[in-house]
């Protein structure tokens, strides 16, 4: 029986049909879905506080409005993840305890300062727009509640994009010293852009098998590039450069060459040696703890209404 249910997974997966809750699936499968899609939601909870960081900041009424929407959209998104993360048998408490131990990661783009106001231009043009390239082929993951959560996900990403696009560009265009705060917060988040795509195909662990099982479409080499091809025009728009002297395009490949990427800093920001790692999972944790009140109240309140309907 074993062999049949595993023939049906795959037949089903290679037809390109969607694995619900209640189908049979690898162990395996349903393990490392767990792991992508956990890590997934701690990154839309942890990069909440970047941004949120300039909240009381902005500028204008405008902008801190658009912000506030922005940030509470990840949250949303964070949410979105941890239910579709428990349809697969896991609870929430489960992954915070562990994004909390650090048996989780969480990407490692959250782990870098934001200096000024422009990084929260930047984030959204550069991070969201990663965010975005990497998620939109999981609109067509093989498992039915990952894909559908992320075609919300993505329109709003999409959102994120512009409204950073826009302030970088009013920026861009301001006064010399705000055009030199926009060209700045770019310079420092180009390469910790490039590698929230993961480590180069050959150093990519789970890729082979997750490409087999179509949880991801497209290699994490594939999409970095897809994203350096976007940018490039979009930074010529912006009035702006990127820092990277090696980039420029090549006629045979149709593609830009880019320069390489500081892999040791990459594997430093995940073992915990980021500018801000200490800082955000300090900063989650207490969160975390001072919002106990919320959950017991929420509980209490939810035993009181069953024994209500039970009575
Ligand atoms: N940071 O074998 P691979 C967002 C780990 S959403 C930290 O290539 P895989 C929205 C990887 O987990 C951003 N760790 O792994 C937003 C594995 O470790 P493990 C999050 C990384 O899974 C915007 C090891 O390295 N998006 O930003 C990173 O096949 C603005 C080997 O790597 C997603 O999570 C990294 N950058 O490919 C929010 C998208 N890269 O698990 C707020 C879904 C790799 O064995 C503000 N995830 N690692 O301990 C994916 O597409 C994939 O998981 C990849 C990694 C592509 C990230």
């Not at 506080?49 to 801190?64: D, V």
């Not at 920026?171 to 705060?181: D, I």
């Not at 700045?184 to 180069?200: I, K, N, Q, T, Y």
Request: contains cysteine; aromatic residues 10%; proline residues 5%.
């Amino acid at each position: 029986l074993g062999a049949q249910l595993a023939a049906a997974f795959d037949a089903a997966v290679a037809a390109d049909e969607r694995v619900e809750p209640r189908d049979w699936m690898p162990d395996e499968y349903r393990a490392s879905l767990v792991r992508q899609m956990a890590q997934h939601a701690h990154s839309e909870i942890i990069g909440m506080q970047p941004e949120a960081n300039w909240i009381t900041r902005a500028p204008s009424l405008r902008r801190k409005a658009i912000l506030m929407a922005k940030v509470q959209d990840e949250a949303g998104h964070g949410l979105y993840l941890y239910s579709a993360a428990e349809t697969l048998g896991t609870s929430r408490d489960e992954l915070l305890d562990k994004l909390h131990s650090g048996k989780q990661k969480y990407s490692s783009i959250f782990n870098y300062p934001t200096l000024t106001w422009a990084d929260v231009g930047a984030i959204g043009w550069l991070v969201d727009g990663a965010a975005i390239t990497n998620q939109v082929p999981i609109c067509r993951c093989s498992y039915g509640p990952y894909a559908r959560a992320m075609v919300r996900i993505c329109k709003e990403e999409s959102f994120h994009q512009r409204q950073g696009y826009e302030l970088l560009l009013a920026l861009s265009r301001g006064t010399e010293a705000q055009h030199a705060m926009a060209q700045d917060a770019v310079d420092r988040w180009w390469w910790p852009s490039l590698m929230m795509f993961g480590p180069p195909d050959d150093e990519s662990a789970h890729s082979a098998q997750s490409m087999a099982w179509r949880i991801k479409r497209h290699s994490n080499d594939e999409l970095r590039q897809r994203f350096v091809d976007i940018a490039v025009p979009q930074a010529e728009s912006l009035g702006l450069t990127l820092p990277d002297p090696d980039l420029k395009w090549n006629e045979e490949r149709g593609h830009h060459d880019f320069g390489a990427i500081d892999w040791a800093e990459f594997w430093d920001v995940l073992k915990g040696n980021g500018p801000c790692n200490e800082q955000r999972i300090g900063q989650r944790r207490k969160a975390h703890e001072e919002g106990a009140w919320v959950r017991d109240a929420a509980a209490a309140y939810a035993r009181k209404q069953t024994a209500q309907q039970a009575a």
